[in-house]
Structure formats: structure tokens, C-alpha cells
């Protein structure tokens, strides 16, 4: 074999490894995390005079998607959220940067340490929060 041929083989080698490398820094990432059946809003929750008030962050869900269940001692947020995408008018989408908004369905179970009365709950929506007021139950 002649210098000519290593050379060849040697460029080729070095042009598939930089090939490879541009590949992988150029590679749209997602995350490493196993795909989930639902997602688990994050909530804060405070323990006031009257009442435990909890806030859900649910950017982007409609009410109508928004199911909410109180027992005196727990309460379970569930619904979905359908996922944010472009609108036709910005046009197709020709490459994907990232995808971090969490969609789907969606469910929080959160234990209280108080009993609330269930009949005089109220939630509202409000700048892509639910807010959860559960009045604390009468001492009897």
C-alpha cells in the first residue's frame, strides 16, 4: 500500500469522528427522565387562621380540563393540560428546540393536616394559578 492510500484512510477516519461530533452538539436534547403517565403540578400550600389555601401552578389548562376532589382530610387535583404549540399563523415548525412544558394528564394527591369542611370549598383561577381555599372544618 502506498502513503497515498493511509492518507485517504486517514482522512476518512477524521472526517467520520468530526462528523460524529457535530452530530452530537448539534443534537436536540430531551430529557433522561422516563416518560411519565402524568405530571404533578407544583403546588405551594399554607396553613392560614381559617382556612389551608393551596396554589396550583396550571399555566395553560382550561377550567373545563380541571377536576377537584375534597375529602376532610385530602385532596386530589387531576386533569390535563393539551400541549402548547404554534399557531398555524406563525407558521410550520421547522426544528425543534426544546420541550419542557410538561402536557397531558395531570394529577396531585396532597394530605392535609387539618380536617377543612369539603362543602364550603372555593377555587379560582387566576394569572395561570388555581387557588384552593379549603375552610377549616367546625370543632364540634
Known sequence: MGTATFRDLYWRELEGRLGGIVSEL???????LPARESWH??????????CILICAELAGVDRSEIALT???????LRGRRRP?????????????????????????DIVLPVEVDPERVRAEQREGLLWICLPLAELT
Not at 26 to 32: E, F, K, N, Q
Not at 70 to 76: G, H, K, T
Not at 94 to 99: D, G
Open 26 to 32: 448539534t443534537r436536540v436534547r430531551y430529557s433522561p
Open 41 to 50: 403540578p407544583a403546588i405551594n400550600a399554607y396553613c392560614c387562621r381559617d
Open 70 to 76: 375534597v375529602e376532610p382530610r385530602r385532596v386530589w
Open 84 to 108: 402548547p404549540e404554534p399557531r398555524e399563523t406563525e407558521g410550520p415548525t421547522s426544528q425543534v428546540l426544546a420541550l419542557e412544558i410538561d402536557h397531558g394528564l395531570f394529577e396531585r
